[in-house]
């Protein structure tokens, strides 16, 4: 009885005190919460991901905007964000569509076929279609805002909880990945 009230007794000190879990790693700058507005022409824009980056700064700082616009920013998978002046990266890219569809499709069996048998051969052939399948992106912020090197967008998370940046005019362009063995040709 009293190895059963051991344990309880752990488990209960671990839920109220905490296991250590929220501690940051060892070099990691304390972090406060900081959210971030992306809009386009002054609209929310939803679906961006949005990325903070500073030299003086090693980890991946990043959020994704949601219907009003806002990310809540996270550092290393830990909420919130360091002190310091950053350059915002703003992407939104949607892959087209594949023509094979999203979902594989069942297997009509053969006079005689299990199936599972026919299912496994429809889900090979649709992976089989869609690997081979060439689908542009499309980017629907202007591609300056997409790179550290590029973007003149900039933040500083001193003294502050949360900032709004405009991306300017909603463009639609088509970014070709180069490995794609189907790339069209001029």
Not at 53 to 81: C, E, F, M, W
Not at 161 to 170: E, F, I, R, W
Request: charged share 25%.
């Amino acid at each position: 009885m009293k190895k059963y009230f051991a344990i309880l007794l752990t488990f209960l000190a671990s839920v109220f005190l905490g296991c250590g879990s929220n501690s940051l790693p060892d070099g990691m700058p304390p972090l406060k919460p900081f959210d971030i507005t992306i809009t386009q022409e002054g609209a929310p824009l939803e679906g961006a991901t949005v990325f903070l980056h500073s030299n003086a700064v090693p980890y991946v700082i990043a959020g994704k905007t949601d219907a009003t616009g806002k990310a809540a920013l996270s550092t290393q998978s830990y909420r919130g964000v360091p002190d310091g002046e950053f350059k915002v990266v703003v992407v939104k890219e949607v892959a087209t569509p594949s023509k094979y569809g999203e979902t594989a499709p069942g297997g009509e069996p053969k006079p005689g076929e299990d199936p599972e048998v026919a299912n496994a051969r429809a889900y090979e052939e649709w992976t089989a279609n869609r690997e081979k399948e060439y689908r542009p992106t499309h980017c629907y912020v202007a591609r300056k805002y997409g790179t550290e090197e590029t973007t003149d967008l900039t933040v500083t998370t001193s003294g502050s909880s949360s900032a709004t940046l405009d991306v300017g005019p909603a463009v639609d362009e088509l970014f070709f990945p180069e490995d794609s063995a189907t790339k069209p040709t001029k």
